[in-house]
């Protein structure tokens, strides 16, 4: 009789447990995001249009400070990934472009050279440096959180695929957390052990204040 008990509540758990599966949650744009995610999109209204994007097939525009562009296939570009823990991301870097120092605190992610040649790296937690360069064919992960970059370190243009462990991985550059904000130039000063007068230009050049 127990055994026949446990039967029982083992196949409910069962069928509860396939009841809760869902395929996909696209993503419901006009929705606000959440932090699990944006809210599915209702599955009535879901088109094979939701699970293909197009976007990364043109070039991103270099001509800024960095020399770099950045085209993402994220959640708010590409509603399809939403819930599925990917991303894809374009990468241009003109001769000289770089991407600066950054993290992103929601995913790893992993870099693929397509085109010229980029010197990539990043910083462990014990402040110890992996950096390489890297050919067409070359791929590198750098692991979710901690600092990393890339510099078009050839004589042409280059072009790299990243991908993500997170359809919103999330960035912070370094740079511009530091000097393209409103923190006072002295706090800046004490943490980071800089003289006033380079943080102001830095401030200038990035758009910051105070």
């Known amino acids: ?14 069928v509860a447990s396939y009841a809760s599966v869902q395929d996909f949650c696209v993503a419901d744009l006009s929705l606000s995001d959440t932090p699990s995610g944006f809210p599915c ?14 976007g ?41 472009g770089v991407i600066p120092m950054h993290t992103h605190p929601g995913g790893s992610e992993l ?15 014990a402040n110890t440096v992996y ?12 692991p979710q959180g901690l600092l990393h970059f890339q510099i078009n370190s050839g004589k042409g243009p280059a072009l790299a695929f990243v991908s993500f462990s997170s359809p919103v991985p999330g960035l912070q550059i370094t740079d511009f957390a530091l000097f393209a904000n409103d923190l006072p130039t002295e706090i800046v ?22």
């Open 189 to 210: 000063a004490a943490t980071t052990f800089l003289d006033a007068a380079t943080i102001k230009k830095l401030k200038g050049v990035l758009g910051g204040s105070g």
């Open 41 to 54: 999109k209702d599955p009535k209204k879901v088109t094979v249009s939701d699970f293909v994007y197009s």
């Open 1 to 14: 009789m127990m055994l026949k008990g446990v039967f029982i509540v083992f196949s409910l758990l069962l």
């Open 56 to 96: 990364l097939g043109a070039a991103g525009n270099t001509t800024n400070l960095i020399k770099a562009a950045v085209t993402p296939a994220f959640t708010a570009q590409f509603p399809g990934v939403n819930g599925l823990g990917i991303s894809i991301a374009r990468l241009d870097l003109a001769v000289g």
């Open 111 to 125: 870099l693929v050279v397509i085109q010229g040649t980029i010197c990539a790296g990043f910083i462990s937690s």
């Open 131 to 142: 950096f390489k360069t890297l050919n067409k064919g070359d791929i590198m992960v750098f």
